[in-house]
Antibody, heavy 120, light 107 residues
């Protein structure tokens, strides 16, 4: 079965960077885009961007341009999301999610989420 | 960016009730509208994709309709596990955007 397993919780200081991993199993990693979505405490869902693991192509939300980098390692079927210059506003749960089908834009499979806390 | 407006933000209902949640887009998104259900402390779950399609395993009491700018999510008979939050999302234009969410509470 399809599974996305994310790395554990992180605590970072303002100005630092964080890199969250998302290990995929149960399907052809290069066949489906991976999206990253975050959720601040008590808030709604915010789309950050996606990566095509096959081509390495990415598309980031304008809000995160220059601060976010999404990559993939096909040898270990793992996607990564790195966010730099962290502030307290970046405290959130970060989710990776796989699209429903290769030509779909809805996300059927989700990781368990990674809590990133930014605090001095 | 396309703005997605959900209504209501919260609602109170009872087990067995029929519930409808509305999502309105700031411009036409054809049928690129998806609904997610989120239980506290859990990742979102895809409930409806492309406005009216149910992924495998989603109970038939959930249904979606609409196209263009106006969409609805209907739960025909609320079950105890349905008292959680629901989000709509458009993927017609990048960036994909979510509605602010609707929390379904026990009356």
């Amino acid at each position: 079965q399809v599974q996305l397993v994310q790395s554990g919780a992180e605590v970072k200081k303002p100005g630092a960077s964080v890199k969250v991993s998302c290990k995929a199993s149960g399907y052809t990693f290069t066949g489906y885009s991976i999206h990253w979505v975050r959720q601040a405490p008590g808030q709604g869902l915010e789309w950050m961007g996606w990566i095509n693991p096959n081509s390495g192509g990415t598309n980031y939300a304008e809000k995160f341009q220059g601060r976010v980098t999404m990559t993939g390692d096909t040898s270990i079927k793992t996607a990564y999301m790195e966010l730099s210059r962290l502030t307290s506003d970046d405290t959130a749960i970060y989710y990776c999610a796989r699209v429903h089908s290769p030509d779909s834009s809805s996300c059927l499979h989700w990781g368990q989420g990674t809590l990133v806390t930014v605090s001095s | 960016d396309i703005q997605m407006t959900q209504s209501p933000s919260s609602l109170s209902a009872s087990v067995g009730d029929r519930v409808t949640i509305t999502c309105r887009a700031s411009q036409s998104i054809t049928s690129y509208l998806h609904w997610y259900q989120q239980t506290p402390g859990k990742a979102p779950k895809l409930l409806i994709y492309a406005a009216s399609n149910l992924p495998s395993g989603v109970p038939s009491r959930f249904s979606g309709s609409g196209s263009g700018t106006d969409f609805t999510l209907t739960i025909s008979s609320l079950q105890p596990e349905d008292f959680v939050s629901y989000y709509c999302q458009q993927t017609y234009r990048t960036p994909p955007t979510f509605g602010q969410g609707t929390k379904v509470e026990v009356k």
